[in-house]
């Protein structure tokens, strides 16, 4: 029996369902809230509230809810074959389809790919996918993986090792070996008396000064995403990647970018580690937009030409590898972002009318900076602002301004994720101009809310 009654459901939900990143007890005090529908950039709950989605779903539902043709190819896949899997010298329709698509898609140099349920499944993928190459090279020494603090990479042992989330790390014995951590490229804390150039080429120093430490014929490959997300949408300096590249290159080792955010078009470009040469991308959430789950890690001719030449059996995979529903599902996703043009209308005219709506932001009262990034933007709430950033006074921590804001935003219409003080978006690709200029409208009065409450506490 289903019920759809909305009290019974949260007790329900408080009863039985252990939610991800949560702290229950203070959840079922609050009464959870339940998502029943789907729209376009629009979500009703089940009390018949309509929000503005800022986030995609969780970064994923690029174009938009509710979409007829993916229900079409969804249902028609599950119809013909709703599931085989990839093992035992056997492929589904979609899946080799998909794979062809998106060495079309990737930079070039790539034309392999191997599938996962999720990103977190793909980043622990890169990490047996790149010990294995060294050492079939004949280097199995080189396996430690450099990646940074505050990075997200997954919630599975590898991916939470690789990521850099301190939280994570302290429960359940994380990283595991072999994973070590530089600084973030994050110019508002840590770049202080330097230009956002100088400081970008500093961060990437970090990188060469590790690799040094560990011993450079110990390190297998750097980690990092192009911009990092759930850290808090960290953008780097333009000068950070360009160094980033060159430093692996000096030392052979391999760059892995994390594009589970990035990816089909959220930058403004189908990859956009495209321009510093990657040699594996992890990918997942944009692929199918959200509707089905799926991941993987696209391949570059370097890695693919050593685990095929040489590599026999790699001893990996998993039952969904290659779903054929997923497959279909990205399918018709990849056709739809084509068709509609989503890469090249980020990159240009939505991509620069979010930025200048958003960064227009900065003129509010409680906003240090407002900054984007193609269809990912953020901006950090501050107790006094400044011109220079680095003589701006954040707010103590422990107010937890950025949850009240956050409160703001998703009781008055538009979801908006707070990182620290920091609010984010990632909003669907598929927004037109008016509909940047309602989600700006309700972010600016969510402000007004946020800065009447924080001017009611005291705490200005
Ligand atoms: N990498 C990045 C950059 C991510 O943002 C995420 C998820 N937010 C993951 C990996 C993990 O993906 P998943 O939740 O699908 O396992």
Known sequence: MTTHDTHTLRELDHAHYLHPFTDHKALGEKGVRVMVRGEGIYLWDSEGNKVLDGMSG???????????????????????????????NTTTVPAVNLAHRLSQL??????????????????????????????????????????RHNAYHGSTMAGASLGGMSGMHEQGGLPIPG??????????????????EEFGVQAASWLEKKILDVGADKVA??????????????????????????????????????????????????????????????????????YIPLGGVMVSDRVADVLIRQGGEFNHGFTYSGHPVACAAALENLR???????????AGETGAYLKQKFTALAD?????????????AGLNLVKRKAENVHQQVAFDA???????????????????????????????LVMTHAQIDEMVGLIRHALDLTLEEVKQRGWL
């Open 221 to 290: 490959a750097f980690i990092a995403e192009p911009v990092q997300g759930a850290g808090g949408v960290v953008i780097p300096p333009d000068t950070y990647w360009p160094e980033i590249r060159r430093i692996c290159d000096k030392y052979g080792i391999l760059l892995i970018a994390d594009e589970v955010i990035t990816g089909f078009g959220r930058l403004g470009r189908w990859f956009a580690s495209e321009p510093y040469k990657p040699d594996l991308i992890t990918f997942a959430k944009g692929v199918t937009s959200g």
């Open 398 to 428: 422990d107010l937890a301004v950025g949850m009240v804001c956050r409160a703001h935003m998703f009781n008055n219409g538009v979801i908006m994720r707070a990182v620290g003080d920091r609010m984010i978006i990632a909003p669907p």
């Open 106 to 147: 990737a930079p070039p140099g790539f034309k392999h790919v191997f599938f996962t349920g999720s990103g977190s499944e793909a980043n622990d993928t890169n990490v047996r996918m790149v010990r294995r190459y060294w050492d079939l090279l004949g280097y199995p020494d080189r396996h430690v993986i450099i990646s």
């Open 58 to 88: 969780l970064w994923c539902v690029a174009i938009g809810y509710g979409r007829s043709t993916m229900t079409k190819a969804i249902s028609e896949q599950i119809d013909t074959l709703p599931f085989y899997n990839s093992f035992f």
């Open 364 to 376: 509010h009262p409680l906003v240090g900076v407002a900054e984007t990034s193609g269809f990912v």
């Open 336 to 346: 739809i972002i084509e068709s509609e043009n989503l890469v090249g209308r980020v």
């Open 179 to 196: 994973i070590v951590h530089i600084g973030q490229p994050n110019y508002y804390e840590s770049g202080a008396g330097m230009t956002r």
